[in-house]
């Protein structure tokens, strides 16, 4: 297996970021219920799609030595109640970029979202 240097893997991460920038439209990010796809090739369930949240434009709030921080969302409303178990973001263009896993690769205060209710990310920083 290969070991990349922490300067390569903020570099690939800041490339990452300016692809979430690609499109005519802002990156989003949408938070599930349910199982999470095997890979982001496989299609999401929009039946057990819970909120839909939108990142300003460019992405990126800050790079650092040590991380690459994004803008805040905006505030989404909840449209369906459920619980959080996994997040697809996507870019400007509706291509996916990532994957998530609520409590691994993301944190939310509550996992637990209430059809009505609101949600927004306060930070995201992603490290090499």
């Not at 570099?11 to 999470?36: H, K, L």
């Not at 997040?87 to 970029?97: D, L, P, Q, S, T």
């Not at 691994?104 to 509550?110: G, R, Y």
Request: aromatic residues 8%; charged residues 15%.
């Amino acid at each position: 297996m290969s070991k990349t240097s922490v300067k390569a893997r903020l570099a690939m991460i800041q490339v990452f970021s300016e692809f979430m920038d690609n499109g005519s439209q802002s990156a989003t990010v949408i938070f599930y219920e349910g199982v999470q796809p095997l890979d982001p090739s496989v299609a999401a369930d929009s039946n057990n799609a819970l909120v839909t949240l939108v990142f300003p434009e460019p992405c990126i709030k800050e790079t650092t030595a040590t991380y690459v921080e994004f803008h805040p969302t905006d505030t989404g409303n909840v449209t369906k109640s459920g619980t959080a178990t996994w997040a697809r973001i996507y870019n400007g263009a509706g291509e996916v970029a990532a994957d998530l896993t609520v409590g691994t690769d993301i944190t939310l205060a509550n996992t637990s979202l209430v059809v009505g209710g609101t949600l927004f990310i306060q930070s995201i920083k992603l490290r090499p």
